[in-house]
């Protein structure tokens, strides 16, 4: 069988982990598995789109893979820098190299002949070639293409940037009104990019309204009661578990 893995982030690579050892849980040939990253190194978003002073939001606990954890001397949060390290850590304990091919973009996929497996239409910078297989794991994720509203009137605004061309606190500006649409992760963290940069006013919007937490618990509490383990991340507690995945 021929696989196809489509995207170098953290769902490919561990998508591309599982079906190159699958041989080894279960009774079936080895699987022949090539992942394609249309970037020059792997790691998706968090090598790419990533700004100053960022850090992922959910915990090294959370994060890290079950059959590959992070160092236990990491920070609760790590970097995007940090996490893309891990995650070629991971590619190289688990003998992934050879499979990867960055530089690599799928154009096309469509039925093979016969309307019996897949051919994969790529591109790297050698030319045009083709390869088919049996199966195709699209892990290209939801952050490649920026979406930005349609708002009307937002054409006479003298300054709108899409946060994933906001690497600096410096794009911000000097003494200006920083307006910031959304309440996600990506808005907060611009929102302190904001208030911390030489703006004059940051007012952050969201249409419905929005509940926000610390990441970290000074005294978490269990069944009404302080547990001995203090400043923790939120995402650690039980009641969190089922919630922040």
């Not at 290209?140 to 009307?152: F, L, R």
Request: charged residues 20%; glycine residues 8%.
């Amino acid at each position: 069988m021929k696989v196809a893995v489509i995207g170098g982030g953290p769902a490919g690579l561990a998508t591309l982990r599982f079906l190159a050892h699958a041989h080894e849980y279960f009774p079936i040939p080895p699987i022949q598995v090539r992942l394609f990253e249309a970037e020059s190194q792997i790691g998706g978003t968090f090598s790419y789109r990533v700004y100053e002073d960022a850090e992922l939001v959910s915990s090294k606990y959370l994060t890290a893979f079950s059959d590959f954890r992070l160092p236990d001397d990491a920070p609760d949060f790590v970097t995007p820098e940090a996490y893309v390290k891990y995650l070629k850590d991971y590619a190289t304990n688990f003998n992934l190299w050879p499979m990867i091919e960055c530089n690599t973009k799928v154009e096309k996929v469509r039925r093979g002949p016969n309307d019996i497996g897949h051919v994969i239409s790529l591109r790297n910078k050698q030319g045009a070639f083709d390869w088919e297989c049996d199966g195709v794991a699209v892990c290209s994720g939801i952050n490649v293409n920026p979406v930005m509203p349609h708002i009307e009137g937002i054409e006479r605004v003298p300054k709108v940037l899409h946060s994933s061309s906001l690497k600096s606190r410096d794009q911000f500006g000097e003494n200006t009104n920083v307006y910031i649409m959304g309440a996600g992760e990506t808005g907060m963290d611009l929102a302190y990019l904001a208030v911390t940069s030489g703006a004059k006013t940051v007012t952050l919007c969201h249409r419905d309204g929005f509940f926000c937490a610390p990441k970290i618990i000074p005294i978490p509490q269990a069944l009404g009661r302080s547990t001995p383990t203090a400043n923790k991340p939120v995402d650690t507690s039980v009641a969190s578990l089922f919630d922040t995945a």
